[in-house]
């Protein structure tokens, strides 16, 4: 009997030992002092520095993807008019572009009774000084739509104005006028 509970001690004690070492090597063990292999070029001796540099990868490679995403956006508006401008005038149709996008803007003046002759597209709704892009058709009498398409980048937001002309001012039906196109704005963090 003495053999056979000699054995059951001689267990128990060497669980108990096996058990306390364990307990002292999590405890006292830093991972600066575990060695690493490096086999994934992460300039690594040690696991803490390991996982440390893959964190710091991580983040980097993220920064760099989100420094390529855009925000894609489509817009359209219309506005009728009841009096055709016959100078090159704002029609009051104007759209507001986001900051830090590259934007498509196509103005178009309409052509239900009186044709248009000149559309362009401007920063301001008080000078024509200011213009993105115009089309003024060399003939106008024939035109179904007229339209100008500005492909513009904006560092900060901006307004684009619909200016134009038609041939006559009173009108029996009422024109419409239009502003489409695209922004893709940059990811901002």
């Known amino acids: 009997m003495l053999k ?28 600066k002092n575990v060695v690493y292999e490096d086999n994934s070029n992460l300039m690594a001796d040690n696991v ?4 440390d540099n893959t964190c710091a990868n991580i ?33 009051g149709l104007s759209i ?10 196509t103005g178009r003046l309409g052509y239900n009774v009186h044709p248009p002759i000149k559309v362009a597209l401007n920063r301001s709704p008080t000078s024509h000084i200011d213009v993105l892009a115009y089309n003024y058709p060399v003939d106008g009498t024939n035109a179904t739509n007229t339209s100008v398409t500005a492909n513009i980048h904006t560092d900060k937001a901006m307004t684009v104005y619909l200016w ?22 940059k990811y901002e963090r």
Request: aromatic share 8%.
């Open 48 to 51: 803490q520095d390991a996982i």
């Open 164 to 185: 134009g002309i038609y041939r006559e001012a009173n009108l029996q039906l009422p024109e419409t006028v239009f502003i489409d196109g695209f922004c893709a704005t």
């Open 59 to 91: 983040d980097k490679r993220l920064s760099e993807i989100e420094d390529k995403l855009y925000t894609v956006s489509n817009f359209s508006v219309s506005k009728s008019l009841e009096t055709a401008p016959l100078t090159l005038s704002y029609t």
């Open 4 to 31: 056979r509970n000699r054995k059951i001690i001689v267990v128990i004690i060497m669980l108990i030992l096996i058990g306390g070492i364990v307990a002292l090597a999590e405890t006292l063990i830093n991972s």
């Open 96 to 105: 507001d572009l986001p900051a830090n996008s590259y934007c498509s803007v």
